[in-house]
Structure formats: C-alpha cells, structure tokens
C-alpha cells in the first residue's frame, strides 16, 4: 500500500514467460521517469494514487515525500507484497539474522503493486481508486494490510465499499485486523466479505541474553548487529544514574534525546525504561554517551512481551520481571557489572504460535454476529524484503540499509492468508471467494506445536475473539470437505438486516436491490456460528447450509458445547452423492437452569467429520446479564 522497491531480488523475474494476456494492468511512471521505476515479468504492475492525499490541508502533508511515484520510501508495501508473492531468494538474513531462504506464500505469483499511502496518510478516495483499479487490471486476489484504529460504519469505510465491488468481482479479499490489541473490540475491517487476519507468534525468535555480576542469566530479545568483546564484563548503571543534573529521574531512565551525561554513561552498560520514546532511539541516545551496550527494560504495561529491534549498540529487550532482578541488583550491589550476549537466531520455539499482544481483538462492534477477526496467521518478526530508501532503524543519524527487513502486524500476518489464497485459487479456480475463506477457517487450529490451546500474551488461554477460528493449516485448506457458500445477493441480504437503506445499499451494488421482507443476521450461512444477543427462557434456532467438495461421503457431527449450553444438531449426518451437493442443517441452542458467568462470551465448536475432514465451526455466545 506504500509502493514497492522494484529492484528487491523478490520481485526478480528470472525463468518467468510472457505475461498472461488477461492482465490489463500498467507501470505506472512519473513523467521521464526520474527514479528509473521499472516492472519485469514478475512485478507486472504498478501504480499510485495521490489526488485525495494532495487535496488535504499542506500542514498534513509531508513536505519531503515524493508523489509522482509507485517506489516505496517507506517499507511497509514491498514488506507486505513480497510476503504475498515474492520469489525465493537464497541466504536472505538482516544483518545475519535469521539467515534463510526468503519467499512469499504463493512464490511463482505475478504481482502489482497500488500505492494509496503516504506516509502514514490513506486518504479514502485513493483507497477506492486503488480498489477501482486492480479490479480493471484483473487481479485474483488483493491483500490490503491497511485499517482504520476505530470502526467505521461499513457505507462510510473505502475499504468496506472497495472490497465489495471486488468481491462482486470474484476477486477476494484479504484484510489486516489492526494493532490495536489486546484491549476488545478493538478489531478492524469487519465485513464479512473480507478475510480479516491476526497476528500471531511464530517458531523462531532472536534471543540476547543478559550475564549479571551474581551469575544471573536473564533471556531477551535484540536484533543488534554489534556485539561486546568476549570474556569481559562491564559496568552496570541505571541510566537514572547518567542524568544531568538539571534532567528528571524519569527522562533519564527512559532515555530521552539529550537526557544522559556522557562522563556518567561511558564505558557502561545502560538499563533504559521501555516507554514515551522509541525503543531504538533510547539506544541511539545510549550510544551518544559512550555507553558501552544497553539492557531495555520493560515497564509494568508492557509486562512480558519482548521485541526484537535493530539496536545501534549491543542491546537486549528483557520483560517486565526480568528488568526489576536487574534493576534490584544494580540498586543493591556495590559494583554492578554485566555482559550482552551476541544475538542468535533460535528455531523451534514452544509453545508457540500463540496471539501477539499488539493483535486487535473482537467481538466484532459493528456486526455482532460476525466473528472477526476470522484467522490467525504469523505477523511477529517476519523477515521479507524492505525498502532500501531508508535507514535501519527510526534515528536519522543511521546509514544502514538492508534488502530484508524484520517486521511485526496484523499487516504481516494479512499477506500470509493472501499468498495462500493465491494458491487455492491456482488449484481452485472455479471457488467463489466465499468458499476459499471457508476452507481456510474450518481447517484452522486451536493447538500450538506443544498440543496445548492456542494462548494470548498473557499466557491465558485465548478465544475466537483473539484468534478467530483457529490459525491457519495451509495444506488443509485444499481439501476442506465441506464450505459455507455466500453470493452478492447473501452479501446484500446482510446489509438488509443491518438497516441499510437503498441509498446506501447503491454504494456497493451501484444499481436498484430491493431487501427481502426480513432477514435474520444469525443465519447468515457464514463459517462461525455467533450470537450476541441470546434471550433467556427459549431456544434459539441457527440454520447453515454446507456444500461438498470432495468426493460422496458420509458425515457426522460432534459437539464441544459452550459452558452451560445445551447444543444440539437435526440431522447430525449428512450424506452428499457428489461434489457441489448442499445440505442443510440446523442448530438448537438452550441455556441449562441455573447457569451463571463470569465472562461475557462463552465458546464451543461443532464439527463434521466423515472419518478424513474435519470441518470446524466456531460458537460464541455472549451471556445474557
């Protein structure tokens, strides 16, 4: 959404042939073409969009950003498009780190690139414009790691309308689902045409370590390139011990630009408060003073999670308990000493995945009975290519540039889903884009790689309201079973039942629709079974249909019932002759007596089963109060 750095080594177009005659796409170049902007056979298009951003009041503007251009000056879009589609690239690292072969999820994929942000400006009307276009050009699927922080009523969101028009296209969607967690409903991106994407852990991490004086040894995380020689300790202050006089303790324990005196501070190694200021710039402020390595402690907010940055000094990141022993030995010890570990790339971390703290949570606040997000997929320290524009870390003084950036959002976790979805629809093509996003959640798991449930930051077991159904299992997706189907009208029906007016209904369809007589949202055939207004004293009836996919087969249901629920399933088989048979069923809810919570959501799951799919359908069901 940024643009895209043509001459990453993933966008290289080596063995590929003559692009396919369906795409009516273009590169897009200022006049002359300045920045010697070029697309290949690989990075088939590129364009950008600017006349909403450049109608804004200047003071909003960037002065220093460059319009006329598809280029990404900002990393964010050849990050996102790369891990999309990007070609494999051998011994790909950042600065060493996590050194591998770099690809996308769907690597032997045709990309374009369409440039809506500016900075971190995305005006709605090139939102829609970019939406406009990629439509006409005919892509196949569109990853939009873009949102707003709060919601927005779907006839007022560009993405919401943009989307649609795509998905009446038969284009489908795949959309981030903010960073605005672990607080609720806080998720973006809450249509239920689009694929909506967590953020979660992955495997692999980048471990420092911190050696005290008394033998201690403290796990962080740093992505710093520099090390301290070996063999040696060095003294430990706290950086509110290398304050100026006239500076506050507080400043100084965070780090703040200009807050620390270097005849305090050189020679040593620093503990800085996580905070106010960025996490790097405390070191770029560290390493002003001479301070020899610097330990980020977290504060109590921040609590365990730890993250990886491009330090300028050797650096390490240690979680809120950790930072107190720390601290608690410098405060109570004559002559604190320590060493930082050079940073290691660590495979095969447990348990993991689980939820990133940053990850925005449901319940969905616009469409209640929609579970968003919808899947969970790794957005936490992935490594994909960068722009090479701009320097490694936030600090202006910083000359480093890098092919390869690591980086961590929901926007990461977005084009892990769309590669994929690139993928089924190459297996697939006669898919609607409703069954691909079915395929993808009821195949989703709720396990880590240790067999235990998927768990948020906190350590707690998390729900579909961090993870939607489940994280997502790639090679399932193929050959899911069973799907919920959904069409436009389905589509239109929905925003019926969520009172929207003909006028606002034209956004999306562009011509007359006139709403059935009445609508229930609970049986909008979607792949998540949410009820969000369960009455007390009667059952409560939800219909789905499910159609084949596979070969005839016989399927049965079993149930994981939500605390205090009774659930039950007419029929619980189904038998399908052949593909693209549909079958109906329906689900009856019922409150058990003397039922009472302490959570507003309670969840369970139904499953059908012919003895080799496993067909998952979340439940939730907020408790009447």
Partial sequence: MTGVWPESKSFNDEGYGPIPKKWHGTCQTAKGNPDNFHCNR??????YFNKGYLAMPIPIRDPNETFNSARDFDGHGSHTLSTVGGNFVAN??????????????????????????????????????????????????????????????????????????????NIIVVSGGGNSGPDPSTVSNLEPWTLTVAASTIDRDFTSYVILGNKKILKGKSLSEHELPRHKLYPLISAADAKFDHVSTV?????????????????????????????????VEASRVGAVGMILANDEASGGEIISDAHVLPASHVNFKDGNVILKYVNYTKSPIAYITRVKTQLGVKASPSIAAFSSRGPNILAPSILKPDITAPGVKIIAAYSEALPRSPSESDKR???????SGTSMACP?????????????PDWSPAVIKSAIMTTATTKDNIGGHLLDSSQEEATPNAYGAGHVRPNLAADPGLVY?????????????????????KLFYGRPYTCPKSFNLIDFNYPAIIVPNFKIGQPLNVTRTVTNVGSPSRYRVHIQAPTGFLVSVKPNR?????NGEKREFKVTLTLKKGTTYKTDYVFGKLIWTDGKHQVATPIAIKYPH
Wanted: aromatic share 8%; proline share 2%.
């Fill in 42 to 47: 690989k990075l088939i298009g590129a364009r």
């Fill in 574 to 578: 189904l038998n399908f002759k052949k």
């Fill in 416 to 428: 892990h889903v769309a590669g994929l979805v690139a993928l089924l629809k190459s297996v697939h």
């Fill in 401 to 407: 540039r890098t092919p390869f950036n690591i980086m």
């Fill in 92 to 169: 790909a690292s950042v600065f060493g780190n996590g050194r591998g072969t770099a690809s996308g999820g769907s690597p032997k994929a045709r990309v374009a690139a369409y440039k809506v942000c500016w900075g971190d400006l995305c005006h709605d009307a090139d939102i829609l414009a970019g939406f406009e276009a990629a439509i006409s050009d005919g892509v196949d699927v569109l990853s939009v790691s873009l949102g707003r922080n709060f919601p927005v009523e779907f006839h007022n969101s560009s993405i919401s309308i943009g989307s649609f028009h795509a998905v009446a296209n």
């Fill in 251 to 283: 400043e100084a324990l965070l780090c703040i630009n200009g807050s620390l005196d270097s005849h305090k501070a050189k020679g040593k190694i620093l503990v800085c408060l996580r905070g106010n200021n960025g996490r790097v710039k405390k070191g």
């Fill in 485 to 505: 189907d959904l069409n436009i009208t389905d589509y239109l029906n929905f925003l019926c039942g969520h009172g929207y007016n003909n006028s606002q209904l």
